[in-house]
């Protein structure tokens, strides 16, 4: 069932969030960034908004978590470049994983609280392996693929975000 605005957001802050969302995506989208600032204003609506519905601690477990479990996978990002770079014997300019994806892993957290937080990368890792699979496959039958290329992980994570809070009662 679909719910607008979200129980635990209200109408106003629904909004707020869709804004703060959408910059995120156009942005990541455009030029593969996800920018300080509003990763800034993401955290400090998230630290409210979380307090609010999961208390202080979920909320800063969930950030804590979010951050932290996207920084191993970054890490782990850019082990494997290095190592497709030794294999291949060719340096390799793109990157696994930005750092902003990981800081936005980080507001998502404070939204998201502790356990939701999980269940929120855990379906923005399935949208992304999905859609990842359609281009993958797309660009082979157009004849188009060619090895290394990126999409945004910040669409998946914010894509994750929505569906939780719009698309469910409770993320708690």
Do not use: C
Not at 117 to 123: S, T, W
Request: hydrophobic share 55%; charged share 10%; no cysteine.
């Amino acid at each position: 069932m679909y719910y607008f605005p979200p129980p635990n957001l209200g109408l106003w802050g629904g909004i707020l969030w869709l804004f703060i969302f959408g910059l995120v995506v156009v942005i990541d989208l455009e030029h593969r960034l996800i920018l300080h600032v509003v990763s800034i204003a993401g955290a400090i609506l998230g630290m409210i908004f979380g307090s609010i519905n999961h208390g202080v601690l979920n909320t800063i477990i969930g950030g804590a978590a979010g951050f932290g479990i996207m920084l191993v996978f970054y890490l782990l990002g850019n082990l494997f470049i290095k190592f497709l770079s030794r294999r291949r014997g060719i340096e390799i300019d793109e990157v696994a994983l930005g750092f902003g994806d990981v800081n936005l892993a980080g507001v998502i957290g404070l939204l998201l609280g502790w356990p939701g937080v999980v269940a929120g990368i855990f379906v923005a890792i399935i949208l992304g392996g999905i859609v990842s699979g359609f281009f993958l496959i797309v660009q082979i039958l157009r004849k188009k693929y060619q090895a290394n290329q990126a999409l945004p992980y910040g669409p998946f994570l914010v894509s994750s975000v929505i569906l939780l809070l719009y698309f469910s009662q409770s993320v708690n």
